[in-house]
């Protein structure tokens, strides 16, 4: 019969508490789902899908005993299980072949962790991509102002502006309950930041240090602390520049 083929109540009976063993997941938010396999050699196909994120599933398919092939022809030992599954460690989507309930088993629970990684980095990753949008947007805004270098005189101007944004964005690192070495970590990181600007003033010509600032400008912006003080940062430092020549 071709139920005989399918995994056993008992093994799915230990699936279900391996999914139900992190406090980040319950086993109800996934589904399982336990299938007679594709061909003679696959005894039986597992299928476990997160509910609420369809990037997220964990496929195994049972080898039999004896040595056999897989769909696709390739030689499977005995007693195999060949699993996919996304996300994987580096990739959306990886494989694997364990031997074994525990070397499936174990599989699963860092499938498991891969996925918690996956939503706690999403977030992150979609505020970090709308960043880059907006800082492409503000580059592209940039290409306005003239490709020439700075004078001596408007370098010096632009150091000045530099240096009080610097000394205001400091103000907040210190009113900040830090202790004393996170607060000297802080200041330095963004001292280098400052300083990085600075030289890029006598290197880049205007469009291109506009740009470079940019970038800087929608990071420290992202800090709700610094938003008071770099309410419209992209016009604040456009008011650096000198105007273009008539």
């Known amino acids: 019969m071709e139920n005989l083929r399918m995994l056993r109540q008992y093994f799915l009976q230990k699936l279900d508490s391996r999914l139900n063993s992190t406090s980040f997941f319950e086993a109800e938010d996934f589904t399982v789902k336990n ?28 080898f039999s005993t004896k040595r056999g092939s897989d769909d696709y022809g390739s030689v499977m030992p005995a007693n195999s299980i060949q699993c996919s599954f996304s996300p994987g460690p580096m990739t959306n989507q990886d494989a694997a072949s364990v031997t074994g309930e525990d070397g499936l088993l174990s599989l699963v629970g860092e499938w ?8 706690a980095a999403t977030p992150i990753a979609r505020q970090v991509a709308a960043q880059r949008e907006q800082i492409e947007q503000l580059i592209e805004e ?49 001292h280098r930041e400052f300083e990085a600007l600075r030289t890029q003033v006598n290197a880049l010509t205007k469009r291109n240090w506009l740009g470079a600032a940019l970038v800087r400008m929608t990071k420290w912006a992202a800090e709700p602390e610094n938003a008071k003080i770099l309410k419209g940062g992209a016009d604040i430092v456009k008011g650096w520049l000198p105007p273009p020549s008539p």
């Open 142 to 190: 940039a290409a306005e102002v003239p490709n020439t270098y700075f004078t001596k005189e408007e370098a010096a101007e632009v150091f000045l502006k530099l240096n009080e944004l610097e000394e205001q964005l400091k103000s907040v690192i210190t009113a900040r309950d830090l202790d004393r070495a996170a607060m000297q970590k802080e200041t330095d990181a963004l």
């Open 35 to 62: 299938e007679v396999g594709s061909s003679t050699n696959v005894l039986s196909k597992l299928t476990i899908q997160y509910r609420f994120d369809k990037r997220f599933s964990f496929v195994a398919n049972v």
């Open 112 to 119: 498991m962790t891969l996925c918690q990684q996956e939503l």
